[in-house]
Nanobody, 124 residues
Framework: QVQLVESGGGLVQAGDSLRLSCAASGRTFSSYGMGWFRQAPGKGRAFVAG????????YYADSVKGRFTISRDNAKNALYLQMNSLKPEDTAVYYCAASRTGYTGNSYQGYDYWGQGTQVTVSS
């Protein structure tokens, strides 16, 4: 069992940066594939980025490629999402997710545990 708690969201202006964090409980964090998803008002949950258990492989949605960076620190049981050059269309609730099977793809069904989310609002 893994419990995930996101933090770092807030209200920023277009072009600003934010760093989201996800604190994970449990001794098996380092063996989990991890991902970030987001859900905008009236829309479904969308994949943002994924990272392998070693951190050696990362994956991004086209809409954030080049602007967002996913990383993890297994010693701290932590997952991060550095978001630069934010746009109003990045406004959403951001969720971190963990996969027991090491899945890091874009299907929310591949993840077993979810945090409660943190709100990111980007004003124009």
């Amino acid at each position: 069992q893994v419990q995930l708690v996101e933090s770092g969201g807030g209200l920023v202006q277009a072009g600003d940066s934010l760093r989201l964090s996800c604190a994970a409980s449990g001794r098996t964090f380092s063996s989990y594939g991890m991902g970030w998803f987001r859900q905008a008002p009236g829309k479904g949950r969308a994949f943002v980025a994924g990272i392998s258990w070693t951190g050696g492989s990362t994956y991004y949605a086209d809409s954030v490629k080049g602007r967002f960076t996913i990383s993890r620190d297994n010693a701290k049981n932590a997952l991060y999402l550095q978001m630069n050059s934010l746009k109003p269309e990045d406004t959403a609730v951001y969720y971190c997710a963990a996969s027991r099977t090491g899945y890091t793809g874009n299907s929310y069904q591949g993840y077993d545990y979810w945090g409660q989310g943190t709100q990111v609002t980007v004003s124009s």
